[in-house]
Structure formats: C-alpha cells, structure tokens
C-alpha cells in the first residue's frame, strides 16, 4: 500500500503521517501549504506542493506514486472564517474533495479516509452523540463535512472506493512540540494566550445545564486521533462500503475543568473570569465512542492532563512563553 495524505503538512495530517510512517506504512503528502509546515514532516515522507483543486495534479501523483489508499484532511476549518467566507469554504472543502474522488476514481484507487468533524452534528441535546444522532450543522464549516460525507459515501458506491469518514470531536496536543498547533483557534491554545499575555482565561457562560454551568466537550489528544486514522486505513483492507466513526474519548470535561488541568500544568492557575455566553455554544458535545472500539479495535488510551502537557510543550517552543 502507498497513502497519499493530503493536508499532511497540517497539524493533524503530519501527525497521521508520522504516525502511519512509523507502523510501517508507505506515505506521501500533498498541501499547498497555505497552513501547512514542511519541516513537520517526517524524514523520508515526501511533500508535493499543490492544491487538491488541482485535478491534473492528482492524477500525475496518484500514478507518478502508484497510490493505493488516500486519507483526505486538506481543508479549510475556521468556523468564524466560513460564516464570513461561506463559497469559498464549500468550493476548497466540498470542490477541493469532488477535483480529488475524480482522480481517485479515474486512478482506481480503492481506499479512502475523510475528515469529518464532530461539526456536522450541530448542537443535539443528547448525553452521547452516536453517529445516528441526527446531523443539523450551524454553520457553513460544518456543512461542507457532512456535504463531504455525502460525496465521499456517492463517489464511494459508484466507483466501489470503500470508505471511511472519522468525525473527530475536541483535538488538542502534540506528539512532540515541533508538531504543535500553531493557530489559537481553540480552548487550550486560548487559554495558552491569556495566561501567556498575563490575562485569566475567560470562560463563556457558566449558568448552563452542567455540573459546573459550564460547557462540557470530549477532548482527545491529537497522537489518539492520529492512530484511529492507521486503524482506520488498515479496517478498509477488509471493508466493501463506508463506515461512519465518532473519534473522541467518549468523557465529558467542562470549561472549567480544563481551565484547571491548564492552571496546574502551566504552573498559571489565576482564576478565569466569566463572560457572557458566546452565542451557538451547546451545553455538551460528548461522543460515544462505542463504534470506534467495535469497528477499528480503536479507542483513545492517553489522558486529558498528557494532551495538556504536550499541548504546553509546544506552546512554549513556538511562543517562548
Ligand atoms: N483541528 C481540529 O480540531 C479539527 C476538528 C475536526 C476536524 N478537523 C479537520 O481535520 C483536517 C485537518 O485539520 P488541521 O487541524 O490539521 O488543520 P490545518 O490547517 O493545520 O491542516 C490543513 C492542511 O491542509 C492544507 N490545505 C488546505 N487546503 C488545501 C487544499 N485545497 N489543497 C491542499 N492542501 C490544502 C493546509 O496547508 C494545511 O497544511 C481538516 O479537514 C479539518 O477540517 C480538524
């Protein structure tokens, strides 16, 4: 098998090809490198530089590569970013991913593994969200997943590509703080910011319907998710169809509770200051990761506390604080 990762000189990509890399398997990458970080790459894991806009493209790397199986994270993922810039999210999101199952079609590849995200739910009230929890997406991000989810399932039956679609819940960490997430687009890299900026972390509402009144999420470490993708590219070897699989640690932790793990890691316990709730904010989003367990023998084996850690690690290597 040789895996074509897109995105995979992204923050979760290159942890899929280190990860997919180090088991064994043969792995190439193509980003365009809009987000992406070369040097994240593991040594021997070659990078072609180009769009998955670029059908052309494709089609020379999945034959010049002889590809066999293609995990697909290239995409854009700022939520603020695709309520302001909805056409372009679905064109890069949803076209990007059309431009890519033509050429993996026309390639005869056989085998693929897409991103989806915890988005495409929306905001159930449930206790656990299972993936026959109706999905009602709030935003165009969210959308363009499970309008991805479709195609990839179409594209799929028509071409007989057997697929997987893994809705990743909360990701946060680093397998080594080279690989950190440089953006501060969510809660731990947030709360990084303030503390670093010698601010409290603020916490968005805490008179919600929880134990503490505060958000409650399903947080797993980006090393985790990198290994369901493997279990995920090794479960296609004996699968004819699609499979849909939540990948989260299957726990709640609340605002607050993270803000606490990130006080005593960082050695910054300052008491966070609340504001008012954000608007679109569930009170809980925590998956069932029954079907993980069951489908890719996969579940998450490392802690909330090692995903700060390792998340704190990288913060200070890129932001020296
Ligand atoms: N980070 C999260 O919490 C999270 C949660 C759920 C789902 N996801 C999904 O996981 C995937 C990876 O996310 P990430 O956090 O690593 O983001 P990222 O921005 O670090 O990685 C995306 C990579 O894709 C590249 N890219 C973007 N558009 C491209 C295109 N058209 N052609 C080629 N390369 C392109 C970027 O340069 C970048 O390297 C995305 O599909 C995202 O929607 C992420």
């Not at 995920?232 to 499979?243: K, N, P, Q, T, V």
């Not at 300052?270 to 069951?294: F, I, K, N, Q």
């Amino acid at each position: 098998m040789t895996w074509l990762i897109t995105g995979g000189a992204g923050y979760i990509g290159a942890h899929v090809a280190r990860a997919m890399s180090e088991a064994g398997e043969r792995v190439l990458a193509l980003d365009d490198l809009s987000a992406g970080v070369p040097e994240r790459l593991p040594v021997g894991v070659p990078l072609v530089r180009g769009s998955s806009l670029d059908g052309d493209l494709l089609k020379r790397v999945l034959a010049d590569h002889a590809v066999t199986g293609v995990v697909h994270l290239a995409a854009r993922k700022q939520v603020a970013e695709s309520v302001a810039e909805p056409t372009r999210y679905y064109r890069e999101n949803v076209g990007g991913l059309a431009t890519l199952l033509d050429a993996v079609a026309e390639a005869g590849v056989r085998r693929l593994v897409f991103s989806s995200s915890a988005a495409v739910y929306g905001n159930p009230d449930v206790d656990l969200i299972t993936e026959d929890t109706p999905c009602a997406p709030v935003n165009p991000y969210g959308e363009t997943k499970l309008t991805g989810e479709w195609l990839v399932r179409a594209a799929g039956a028509a071409h007989g590509i057997s697929t997987v679609c893994l809705r990743y819940f909360n990701v946060a960490g680093a397998a080594a703080p080279e690989l950190a997430d440089t953006g501060v687009f969510n809660i731990v890299p947030m709360v990084f910011d303030r503390l670093t900026r010698g601010e409290a972390p603020r916490i968005f509402g805490d008179d919600y319907p929880t134990p503490d009144g505060t958000c409650v999420r399903d947080y797993i470490h980006v090393a985790d998710l990198a290994e369901a993708h493997l279990a995920a590219a090794r479960r296609l070897s004996d699968l004819s169809g699609d499979l849909t699989v939540n990948i989260g640690r299957g726990e709640g932790v609340s605002v607050r509770e993270l803000i606490d793990v990130i006080g005593e890691v960082s050695g910054d316990a300052r008491p966070p200051v609340v504001e008012g709730r954000r608007p679109g904010d569930a009170p809980r989003a925590v998956a069932s990761a029954a079907r993980a367990a069951e489908e890719l023998g996969w579940t998450a084996s490392r802690t909330v506390r090692e995903m700060v850690e390792s998340a704190w690690r990288g913060w200070q290597r890129h932001h020296g604080g």
